[in-house]
């Protein structure tokens, strides 16, 4: 169960103040300095107590990490942790190379030692930064981070641009990380590691500034380990308009709000209907009671907008489209897990008993009969191919798959799920929720070459065998 603690209102003003500023500084060659280090963070209402946490630049989260669609960006990260890390920029349709998967795309960065990553994002839209080396255990102590592109379309479109980035930490009673249920196999054959205290941008309760009147951008990413979330804004008209950070034809959202799996992401926008003083909610539903996870503030003065009653327009970005007449169809079929455990499964090449695989390799699911990333590739397409991929759960419980360097159309869903609306049927998603139980159509043009990981981003379920890759050659 979720036993999130509540608090009163009124906050860490000065952390918060700090945590949001950007430390870096742009030049034309290396546009960000990223220092993952070993930091300290309030998470808890009562400012009192701290958390040792790991994260960017010391923040949690790290930097945000703003750029343009088509224009490079560098990125310079110096591993100031005792531990080897990476950063993957998750759904950005990347060069393989700087991907950042360790052991796929590159040697980790060793404690003291420095990489560039330099690419060049094709789509605009609200993305993130995490690790990809024991992500389970790097992300949940507090490495992640914010990365927008911004298209041509959307100046001037709005008063306001936030990023909400949601996390579930669990912590103890005294504000320090709860270190006993990193590897606890209970969890990891669960719903894996779920948490007790939900921030929005490292914040027990954020508060966002906006005016009456103004219309106001909202980037939601989840970037907890494991648990799903649903959000809406108290007693607003709100509307979706990109999911993954593709745009949709803008879409009102009805009162369940919108559901993010683990690594999904949402972009809502609002006129704010309020008066000075009023505080809007951002409610998180997941539990089916109503949690205050944050507020946006009405401040003083008037709204400037004059184009705010006009229907949004993002540009759609250049991502090709499926052609689903010459697919080649493949199935995955995700199995094992608490209920439903592995008899047995392939190894690091090995066939071995279920038992053999918990105890001494701590793999507890398999996609295809195969717990953890395999010698081979899962397939290999050829460059702009479309590949239909029928996702089988077979499980008890739901999963969150994320396909690397590619955005994939959803094809169907047999069991309508998960709160998902229509609006899923005009997106490009990198990350897509299954239900216990669920069989999901997707597709996509493999377009990008290189070695692609395909994983749950529920990161217990990754680690304990939820992974595999793909190439395009
Ligand atoms: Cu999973």
Redesign the pocket.
């Known amino acids: 169960m979720f036993t999130r603690r509540r608090f009163l209102a009124g906050s860490s003003g000065v952390l918060a103040m700090a945590a949001s500023a950007p430390l870096f500084a742009a030049s034309e060659k290396l546009s960000y300095k990223i220092a993952p280090m070993a930091s300290k963070a309030v998470l808890l209402e009562d400012g009192g107590k701290q958390t040792a946490v790991w994260a960017y630049n010391g923040l949690v989260p790290g930097p945000v990490v703003r750029t343009k669609k088509g224009e490079e960006v560098s990125i310079e990260v110096f591993n100031q942790l005792e531990h080897p890390t990476t950063i993957h920029w998750h759904g950005i349709r990347i060069d393989n190379a700087m991907d950042g998967v360790a052991g796929l795309t590159q040697v980790p960065i060793q404690p003291g030692e420095r990489f560039v990553y330099r690419f060049t994002p094709p789509d605009a839209g609200t993305y993130w930064y995490h690790p990809h080396n024991k992500t389970w255990e790097q992300l949940a102590r507090g490495l992640y981070g914010t990365l927008i592109v911004e298209g041509d379309a959307e100046e001037g479109q709005f008063d306001r641009d936030y990023p909400i980035v949601a996390d579930d930490w669990r912590l103890e009673n005294d504000g320090s990380i709860h270190e006993a249920s990193f590897q606890s196999m209970h969890d990891w054959s669960h719903?894996?590691r779920l948490g007790n205290v939900l921030t929005l941008n490292g914040k027990p309760y954020e508060r966002l500034e906006v005016i009456a009147g103004e219309r106001v951008r909202l980037r939601f990413i989840n970037t907890s380990n494991?648990r799903i979330m649903r959000f809406s804004l108290a007693n607003q008209e709100t509307s979706l308009i990109a999911l993954d950070g593709q745009p949709i034809p803008e879409t009102k959202l009805g009162g369940d709000g919108i559901t993010l799996a683990p690594a999904q992401r949402a972009d809502l926008v609002l006129d704010i209907n309020g008066r000075e003083g009023d505080e809007i909610a951002i409610l998180e539903t997941s539990n089916n009671d109503r949690l205050v996870a944050g507020y946006l503030v009405c401040g003083q003065g008037k709204a400037t907008h004059s184009s705010a009653k006009l229907p949004v327009t993002l540009k759609n970005n250049s991502v090709p489209e499926p052609e689903l007449s010459n697919a080649r169809v493949l199935e995955l079929e995700?199995s094992g897990?608490a209920m439903r455990f592995l008899t047995s499964g392939i190894y690091k090449g090995q066939k071995m008993g279920g038992r053999e695989l918990a105890t001494k390799h701590q793999q507890l699911?398999a996609f295809n009969g195969v717990a953890g990333m395999p010698e081979q590739a899962f397939f290999s397409a050829r460059r702009g191919e479309t590949i239909k991929l029928k996702l089988l759960n077979e499980?008890a419980?739901?999963?969150?798959?994320h396909l690397h360097g590619h955005h994939f159309r959803i094809l169907s869903r047999d069991r309508g799920s998960v709160a998902m609306g229509d609006y899923e049927k005009h997106a490009f998603r990198d990350t897509v929720l299954?239900e216990r139980d669920e069989t999901v159509e997707i597709a996509f043009v493999a377009e990008n070459p290189g070695k692609w990981m395909m994983?749950?981003?529920?990161l217990?379920?990754?680690a304990a065998g939820?992974a595999t890759w793909f190439e395009v050659l």
């Open positions: 719903e894996g494991a995700m897990g699911w499980t419980w739901p999963h969150s798959i299954l994983h749950c981003h529920m217990e379920h990754q939820m």
